[in-house]
């Protein structure tokens, strides 16, 4: 609970500023994620910004790198060697 309340306190504040310094940020296309060790479950979380839910995720990929919630690194390496044995 103090995650989900923590996590709508700091999206306020960020609308905030979003708001009085006029750049855009689209929170239909974000997602969020939560860092967890390999042997704790994850349980999920409603986060919500001006009433819409914000998704959360187990991966993403960021400048073609694929970051896990358990900060492991097989699911990247699983993506990567097709694309090189294709290359090779």
């Known amino acids: 609970m103090n995650f989900e309340r923590n996590l709508n306190i700091v999206f306020r504040i960020i ?7 006029n750049p855009s940020l689209n929170f239909d296309k974000n997602n969020y994620m ?26 993403v990929k960021f400048l073609s790198i694929t970051v896990v919630n358990t900060l492991s690194w097989k699911q990247h390496i699983d993506t990567v060697i097709p694309k090189l044995n294709k290359a090779f």
């Not at 609308?15 to 310094?21: D, E, V």
């Not at 999920?44 to 998704?55: F, G, L, Q, T, Y």
């Open 15 to 21: 609308r905030k500023w979003y708001n009085s310094n």
């Open 34 to 59: 939560k860092f967890i060790s390999k042997n704790k479950s994850l349980n999920k979380s409603n986060v919500e910004h001006d009433n819409k839910m914000i998704i959360q995720t187990d991966f």
